[in-house]
């Protein structure tokens, strides 16, 4: 989840799975894909950030183990 501010500065948190495109025109505006719209503070260059950490978090904690050790390839059978 990504967290982006309303207009009247109330915080909420988005899926940013869902998002089908963002526009800015002045306002950035999250179109889901459900047709939902959000109007949001944060400009396009910013969303597009959040989610680009969002992702590199997800892909960081799937290369970790339950050891908090990066897994290790499996052994080669021989």
Same mark, same amino acid.
């Given at each position: 989840?990504?967290?982006?501010?309303?207009?009247?500065?109330?915080? !909420?948190?988005?899926?940013?799975?869902?998002?089908?495109?963002?526009?800015?025109?002045?306002?950035?505006?999250?179109?889901?894909?459900?047709?939902?719209?959000?109007?949001?503070?944060?400009?396009?260059?910013?969303?597009?950030?959040?989610?680009?950490? !969002?992702?590199?978090?997800?892909?960081?904690?799937?290369?970790?183990?339950?050891?908090?050790?990066?897994?290790?390839?499996?052994?080669?059978?021989?």
């Amino acid at each position: 989840m990504i967290v982006v501010t309303r207009l009247n500065g109330t915080r !909420f948190a988005v899926n940013p799975d869902l998002i089908e495109r963002i526009q800015e025109h002045p306002d950035t505006v999250l179109l889901m894909i459900n047709g939902a719209r959000y109007v949001v503070l944060e400009s396009m260059d910013d969303v597009i950030g959040l989610i680009a950490d !969002f992702r590199a978090r997800v892909v960081a904690g799937a290369s970790t183990s339950a050891s908090g050790l990066p897994d290790e390839p499996p052994p080669r059978m021989v």
